[in-house]
């Protein structure tokens, strides 16, 4: 659907990410965790961008992104007060049910710009998510307070000036290999899901990942967007974005 | 406010209204299903079918441009038969008038795709002639008038359902494109299919579509269609689907002015769902506003010195 959100919170993290608290009550009452949103931008952008959900609290949706070219530098210049024009809740969400249904804990996976979907898993199973957070650097580290407030939080970074020192997967083969997940939930650039899934597979572990692909249309017509699964070509607008990690073919 | 007759007449074919939505944009028109389903449309032109079905190109299939967008999906789309038995039902059971885009690698693939859709409940068959010919060193069918003289005639012998032929704008002269179409046999004419573009990336110096170049649509090619549309009223009095670009009313109301009978919104979707319904509703209040007792005197009613 087309909801017209007025932007009650805007924040900036690291320069360039910003953060929105969009009002959007009827996208939020059907919205799921791992769901996305279009947002429009100006006139001549005539695609819609697309958002990962970070957070839904009743009304209200949250929403992060880094600043990266026309689309999301006009968005950037929206104050609060101001409407935007988006469409949603896109896309088919994490599939929380079996984690829910376990004793044991979940772990989310984030790497950089990825982490942000991952937030609203820790509010639906809050303290029963480990949270591995991976940046480039300490420059790069943000939302960690958020993802505190509901889960334990293990940080590291490629060139160890913010906890750990080390990639995304070592830090996730050190959790693997201390405590016993039900499942891992990981979004981040493509090279760190495809490690990460190798890891969940090699300790046996489900794993879903939520994936990116360049779109048009958003709702599964134009046929953009398609990634290869082992079921054959899907839509990671509609049929994802979150696929089970042996489903993707990893180049 | 004396209600406006909205209808227009394609080839014998009489849609409610003036505006169909362009095939690649809707799929089977099970998507935009939650915003309207496809039978408050004039039409739905379906994904291109081909043959077989077929996989598309590697990603990247899609780029924004300024006010447009490139597409290389590659025709994409689960083949002829399974439109037959799964989509057309679908379509038909919510009343929808259709129209089925086919693309061949040869002649003889339209001509049996052709032949399949006769007996089905398919309204209308748009021929797709901007892919290439595989038999002529993959140079598009729709670029030369004798190729499309002679695909149209082929096609015509295989099915009695209405032909309509939709022009490429990469072509030299539009209107001999169109004659060509005509002297073939077509029973209407769709235009414009995508104008080729590329964009490249400056920090990896490669292109961005994977496949090199790609389809470009959207407002920044609506001034190239509409004075296509233009020209090739001129040439023809067959009639004219007119597309390319068109987000509202005011869009719509230029290409039914030079001498579309219908019109075809695609790209603008992406933007805003609701842009075929609003277009519809703006006819329909432009007709009343302006006395109009029939939405088809709008066509063809440029005044020209």
Redesign the interface.
Known sequence: MIEYAQILEKEFFCGNIVKFVLRAPRIASEAKCGQYLMLRCSGEQILRRPISIARITGDDLMICFEIRGAGTLFLSHREEGDVLDIMGPSGNGFSLESAKGSLKKSLVAGGGLGIYPLLQITKELPFRCDAALSFRSAARVNFVAEFERSSRVFLSTDDGSAGRRGSAGDLVRELLEKEDYAEVFVCGPKPMMRAVARLAEEFGIPCQVSLEEHMACGVGTCLGCVCKTESGQRRVCKDGPVFRSNEVKWE | MKTVDMTVDIAGVTLKNPVVTVS????FGR??S??YTADRLGAITV?GLTLEPR??NP??????T????L?S?GL?NPGVDAYIKRELPYLKGIGATVIANIAGNTIADYCRMASALTETQTDLIEVNISCPNVKCGGVAFGTDPVTVEKITAEIKKNTSKPVMVKLSPNVTDIAEIAKAAESGGADALSLINTLLGMRIDVKTRKPVLRNKVGGLS??AVRPVALRMVWQVRKATGLPIIGMGGIAGVEDALEFLIAGANAVGVG????????APIEIIDGLERYAAENGLERIRELSSSLIEE
């Not at chain 2, 990603?59 to 924004?64: D, K, N, P, W, Y």
């Open positions: 690649g944009t809707c799929g998507e935009y939650e915003y994904k996989e598309g990603t990247v299939r899609v780029a924004e300024p006010s447009g967008m597409n999906i994409q959207g407002p790209t603008a979707m992406f933007t805003n769902p609701y």
